[in-house]
């Protein structure tokens, strides 16, 4: 089954803004992640929630599309 959680998105690191890839686990978790171009920490934060409540209606819609198809 194909889950949201695994895709992966870029973020910019803000430090020397490089794309540094993530999935979108990472950022609903709110990991902190290390740039891979200068190694500076890069904290996840999801202050509204958004990633976490787009995953879950994403999920959901998915999920009831897949029931219609049935």
Same mark, same amino acid.
């Given at each position: 089954?194909?889950?949201? !959680? ?6 910019? @690191?803000? #430090? @020397?803004?490089? $794309? ?8 609903? /978790? !709110?990991?902190?992640?290390? @740039?891979?171009? @200068? #190694? $500076?920490?890069?904290? /996840? ?22 029931? /219609? /198809? #049935?």
């Amino acid at each position: 089954m194909w889950m949201l !959680e695994n895709q992966w998105v870029d973020v910019i @690191c803000p #430090k @020397c803004k490089y $794309a540094e890839g993530v999935r979108l686990i990472n950022m609903k /978790l !709110e990991e902190t992640i290390i @740039c891979h171009n @200068c #190694k $500076a920490n890069i904290d /996840l934060i999801d202050q509204t929630a958004s990633v976490h409540a787009a995953v879950r209606d994403i999920n959901n819609t998915l999920n009831n599309f897949r029931n /219609l /198809l #049935k």
